[in-house]
């Protein structure tokens, strides 16, 4: 089954608690952690996590998008995230970091940005439970997907078959009702949605027929 984790950045934050509500039927709650230095932009802190998961029953996947991730997995881990993602641009000890995530007990995903050659993961891909791969430029939601992303989820898919390991494929960035079907076929096993959904002022229908799209390829 293809999951999708919906990102509330673009939702309205005056309405956090109704928005998380309203995307029950998501798999994954895909919280953006920003600090304005790793990318141009600030939002939410481990505050943010614990209080909503008081709300939802759906795991939180949390992308950090910071500078020294390593100060910022134990707090995340501990707000009650169930999957940490971290950036493999800025940390010189990515599998150190990949371990560290792991002894919190916390599922592990590595991601890269739209120009981060795959070769950057080639050798954990065994260690990691997914790979995120950037779609857009972190930094911002409701950007369009970068055409050229398609094939490179196909080589991840081959390298990770190659390898017989486990680890699923998630891409975050410009998904839309267009290109979802396309992203499944390349190879996708989770998908993020933020705009897309937080556009329709039905979420619960616009999650739905996201599924739909995805599981059964029709649109
Ligand atoms: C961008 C974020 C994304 C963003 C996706 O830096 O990592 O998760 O919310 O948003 P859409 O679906 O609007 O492209
Ligand atoms: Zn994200």
Not at 3 to 29: Q, T
Not at 68 to 93: D, L, Q, Y
Request: charged share 20%; net charge negative; proline share 5%.
């Amino acid at each position: 089954m293809i999951e999708i984790a919906a990102s509330i950045l673009n939702s309205n934050l005056l309405n956090l608690g109704e928005s998380v509500c309203e995307i029950s039927g998501a798999d994954w709650l895909h919280f953006d952690v920003m600090d304005g230095h790793f990318v141009p932009n600030l939002t939410f802190g481990p505050m943010f996590v614990e209080q909503v998961k008081e709300i939802t029953d759906l795991p939180i996947e949390a992308h950090l998008m910071v500078d020294e991730p390593e100060n910022f997995i134990p707090m995340f881990a501990k707000a009650g995230s169930k999957r940490i993602i971290i950036h493999a641009e800025n940390t010189v000890h990515l599998h150190r970091l990949v371990q560290s995530i792991k002894e919190y007990g916390c599922e592990v995903g590595v991601v890269i940005n739209p120009a981060t050659p795959l070769t950057t993961i080639e050798y954990i891909l065994a260690d990691l439970d997914l790979v995120l791969l950037m779609t857009v430029n972190p930094g911002f939601g409701g950007q369009k997907l970068i055409p050229g992303m398609i094939s490179k989820i196909k080589k991840l898919r081959e390298m990770i078959n190659t390898q017989r390991v486990p680890c699923k494929i998630e891409v975050d960035g410009g998904v839309n009702w267009e290109n979802a079907a396309t992203l499944v076929e390349a190879g996708v096993n989770v998908i993020v949605a933020g705009t897309l959904i937080f556009h329709e002022t039905d979420r619960k229908a616009a999650v739905a027929r996201l599924k739909g799209i995805v599981n059964k390829g029709g649109n």
